[in-house]
């Protein structure tokens, strides 16, 4: 059958099940664009920006466990779009990114709107394609599809020029993908999977430390078989956040710089940590050299540059979480037939004693204004009023550090934030995509008043296409977390962390045709909630707060888990922090 | 080995032969901070698959990250440390110096102590071809210096291991398996054209 190059695109994208595009439209993808214009089964949602298209994937891709696609054109918007792609490859997020180029002949020719896309995006993703020849075209798109969702999932970009998608082509698509190079490892190692069980029963006091990679690989119910058999208690990371019900007793919350102090404690003086699809983050270890200094490390994880990268384990098991789970429990089972639970039995009494003790004197906690809304209350009435069920994305800033402390995340996939590359305007059009895969279901973006400028032109895309997204502002008038480190760290020196000209954002949400709300006391924060999710239709909370506050706890960067600083520094740790070498 | 001992390790890999492979080898150097010694790429047996030999410098911590991000790539089939078995390492040079009458047989003596070949000559110079170890081609640009040197190219490293080197063999000669029952090379579907 010979199809146009950009009929095979789409026709491509069909056999993979994708049913939603987010992109926009430019010289070199006007191709695609034309047989778009009666393509059935499709749904294409138009963004304002490039890097929304990409970013709404990603939430579309993190909360349905589908392959998230894009479709941008070329030049400025291929390089628009490398911010998504960056922050995708980070957290691990698979999505596929289709950019147009000018027509081959012209490619390396500075030919309009021309940009080397895939010499750009290269670094930013886990492989990436130009499709010079339309004979390989769906080829390239089959492994494309194949590469991103595989493995350690990620983005994959292919690059398509313009005389590839107008002229015509034998369309075959490839029922399977064979590529000698690329065997991701699944199956954990059986030796290595023993030696980790035998560790764990005799561990005293085992730490289980899980992150993204549980909720990439679904998981979750191993990890809760885990957790049941073992009754060991569980800290999540940024990324894993929804891996296990953070309500549940074991749940040690997050851990790292802004994490839980008895999550940062239990980790430090732990025997035996189990790391599950975590790659040890260095917001999430603090000073290496300071980590579980006593422990001996298990690592499960599908990649195994992610093993011993920052932190020596010693007992590495690549392979995928879901499985190796499954496998580590049956093992267990094994193990506690030749070495009963009773032979550590006090230990572990005393163990989880001690992280009682921490969680009761150590929770996490804000002081009570009745004059000015605390930030950190906000949170904890959506999650409230939610009751943990709703759809959480967030910005970045001081913002996703409160919603990542108090919102109550109950399921995995239902909690969205850019974790390793702290993308700020990361959250509205995140959002978007999470709603048009969701529809009918509550999508709450909790964004800061910098984060939520850096895209708030996307409010026109949730109006036009019915998204419903409700976005809640935490405005403290500026960059919070650069304020925060700037008190902290710099003396008070406060330097272009003020955002004076912001909008008037209930007047902003109504000139997109959305719902504006404004809260300025704590009294009205609730009923100003439940006004926001009866409302249909995007909906912009702006949220005046105290601007002084700070996250807390907080371990200044550079400096080890065990000094956390639980409440406003003093003095003495100012001086300390000027004195630090690592510049904090 | 020590893991705080940073050593050159000579480091082969296969590669998909596909346009743009050689810059993700190269980016992926630079973005992580690793230093590449030296590089050399060329066509294997299978024209679909081609060889880069690396000299990377660093510590065992270093080389396994190295290692397993090489890997990584998509296009990357396979990737062995030589360093960490027996190997035979050559790089080529071609040398032009400075020939004056006087010189002349002393220049051609250096020559055939390093074995090397005259490429080129004219009244006043000679371009020498040698090929050896990295020393012994540090060395013959050391003898030749005094002369004047002109201009120089060096290859960078290629290296092969030594010895029958599949796995199938190796397992087979413990085996003690008579040779005659290998598969021949080419038919052998473990071997795509290099020493495995």
């Not at chain 1, 026709?11 to 993808?29: I, S």
């Not at chain 1, 294409?44 to 696609?69: C, F, M, N, P, W």
């Not at chain 1, 670094?123 to 990436?128: F, W």
């Not at chain 1, 709450?444 to 032109?457: K, L, Y």
Request: aromatic share 6%.
């Amino acid at each position: 059958m010979k199809l146009s190059g950009a009929r095979i695109v789409l026709e491509c994208l069909k056999r993979e099940g994708v049913d939603v595009v987010f992109g926009l439209p430019g010289g070199a993808v006007l191709p695609i664009y034309d047989v778009l214009h009666d393509f059935k089964g499709l749904r294409h949602i138009l963004v304002r920006q490039e890097a929304a298209a990409g970013h709404a994937a990603e939430g579309y891709s993190r909360t349905t466990g589908k392959i998230g696609v894009c479709l941008v054109t070329s030049g400025p918007a291929a390089t628009n779009l490398v911010t998504a792609l960056q922050d995708a490859l980070m957290d691990s997020i698979p999505l596929v990114a289709f950019t147009g180029q000018v027509p081959t002949h012209l490619i390396g020719n500075d030919a309009f709107q021309e940009a080397d896309n895939v010499g750009i995006t290269r670094s930013a993703t886990k492989h990436n394609f130009l499709v010079k020849d339309g004979n390989d075209l769906a080829a390239n798109i089959k492994e494309a599809f194949h590469i991103a969702g595989t493995g350690r999932p990620g983005p994959v970009h292919v690059d398509l020029p313009k005389d590839v998608l107008v002229k015509e082509w034998t369309y075959e698509y490839p029922e399977t993908v064979h590529l000698r190079s690329y065997n991701p490892t699944y199956e954990g190692h059986p030796g290595q999977i023993k030696k980790a069980a035998r560790a764990i029963v005799r561990a005293k006091r085992p730490v289980l430390y899980v992150g993204g990679g549980i909720i990439s690989s679904n998981a979750s119910p191993e990890l809760g078989a885990l957790v049941a058999l073992t009754q060991i208690p569980v800290t999540q990371t940024l990324m894993g956040l929804g891996a296990f019900p953070m309500a549940d007793p074991l749940s040690l919350d997050m851990l790292g710089m802004h994490g839980t102090y008895y999550a940062n404690m239990a980790v430090h003086h732990s025997d035996v940590l189990v790391a599950i699809g975590a790659r040890f983050d260095d917001r999430v270890t603090g000073r290496v050299d300071a980590f579980a200094p006593h422990a001996e490390i298990i690592h499960i994880d599908i990649d195994p540059s992610s093993i011993s990268k920052n932190i020596k384990v010693d007992i590495p098991i690549v392979g995928d979480c879901k499985r190796v789970l499954a496998k580590l429990v049956e093992a267990l089972h094994e193990e506690l037939r030749t070495y009963p639970a009773s032979g550590v039995r006090e230990a572990r009494k005393q163990w989880m004693g001690q992280i009682a003790e921490w969680k009761r004197d150590f929770p996490l906690r804000y002081e009570w204004s009745d004059e000015v809304v605390k930030p950190q209350h906000v949170v904890q009435e959506i999650s409230n009023l939610t009751n943990g069920e709703a759809l959480i994305v967030t910005g970045v800033g001081q913002h996703q550090m409160w919603a990542a402390q108090y919102y109550r995340v109950k399921h995995p996939r239902a909690w969205c934030t850019s974790g390793g590359l702290g993308t700020m305007g990361y959250g509205l059009p995140t959002a978007m995509g999470v709603q048009a895969g969701n529809p009918g279901k509550v999508v709450i973006n909790i964004d800061g008043d910098g984060s939520f400028q850096m895209n708030s032109q996307e409010l026109a895309t949730c109006f036009e296409e019915k998204l419903p997204v409700k976005s809640v502002i935490i405005n403290n008038g500026g960059h919070g977390m650069v304020r925060q480190w700037q008190r902290i760290i710099y003396k008070e020196r406060y330097c272009a962390s003020d955002l004076g000209g912001s909008p008037d954002f209930v007047r902003l949400a109504e000139a997109y045709g959305c719902t504006g709300i404004r809260v300025t006391r704590p009294s009205e924060v609730v009923p100003a909630l439940e006004k926001m999710i009866a409302t249909p239709g995007p909906v912009v909370l702006d949220v005046w707060v105290d601007k002084h506050e700070c996250v807390f706890p907080m371990v200044p960067a550079g400096g080890a888990n065990i000094d956390m600083i639980l409440a406003p520094p003093s003095v003495d740790v100012r001086d300390k922090a000027a004195r630090s070498q690592t510049g904090f | 080995m020590q893991e705080t001992e940073a050593r050159k390790h000579t480091i082969a890999v296969l590669v998909e032969n596909k346009f743009g492979v050689l810059s993700r080898v190269a980016g992926l150097f630079s973005a992580r901070g690793y230093n590449i010694e030296s590089l050399s790429v060329g066509e294997t047996l299978d024209p679909t698959v081609s060889r880069m030999t690396l000299v990377v410098h660093g510590d065992a911590f270093v080389l396994e990250q190295v290692i397993k991000q090489l890997h990584k790539l998509i296009d990357v089939i396979k990737v062995t440390d030589l360093s960490e078995e027996d190997h035979v390492e050559r790089e080529m040079l071609l040398i032009r110096v400075n020939a004056e009458p006087a010189v002349r047989a002393e220049i051609l003596r250096v020559g055939d102590i390093f074995r090397a070949k005259v490429v080129d000559v004219t009244a006043t110079t000679y371009t020498l071809e040698v090929t050896g170890e990295e020393t012994k081609i540090d060395a013959i640009i050391e003898l030749l210096r005094p002369f004047g040197i002109q201009e120089l190219v060096r290859t960078g490293k290629v290296a092969i291991a030594r010895g029958p080197k599949t796995r199938l063999r190796k397992a087979d000669q413990k085996l003690g398996k008579p040779k005659s029952a290998l598969p021949p090379l080419p038919q052998d579907p473990r071997v795509v054209g290099f020493a495995d």
